[in-house]
Nanobody, 129 residues
């Protein structure tokens, strides 16, 4: 049984920073890519960022590129999302997800929810203007 537990969400003013963490247990964390998604009220869940199993490759949605940084510590079974220069439109529930297999189905499928088989419960991020 794979468990993903997110933490680090909260309320922050526009321009501020937060660091989200996702602690994984239940399987060999280092063998799988990890992703972050978010869902704002009345909107569909969307891709935010992802990182390969080794940490050597990272991916970002255009809306967060240059402001967010994903990283992982395989020794601690944890993936992080450093969020800087936050904007009110970043307000959402942020979900951590673990990939089905070591590699994505294709080089461009890292943002597809179908690539991820395990999901955390989410952590709320609220950015006030």
């Amino acid at each position: 049984q794979v468990q993903l537990v997110e933490s680090g969400g909260g309320l922050v003013q526009s321009g501020g920073s937060l660091r989200l963490s996702c602690a994984a247990s239940g399987r060999t964390f280092s063998r799988y890519p990890m992703g972050w998604f978010r869902q704002a009220p009345a909107k569909e869940r969307e891709f935010v960022s992802a990182i390969s199993w080794s940490g050597g490759t990272t991916y970002y949605a255009d809306s967060v590129k240059g402001r967010f940084t994903i990283s992982r510590d395989n020794a601690k079974n944890t993936v992080y999302l450093q969020m800087n220069s936050l904007k009110p439109e970043d307000t959402a529930v942020y979900y951590c997800a673990a990939g089905h297999t070591k590699y994505y189905s294709s080089s461009s499928s890292y943002d597809a929810e179908d690539e991820y088989g395990y999901w955390g419960q989410g952590t709320q991020v609220t950015v006030s203007s």
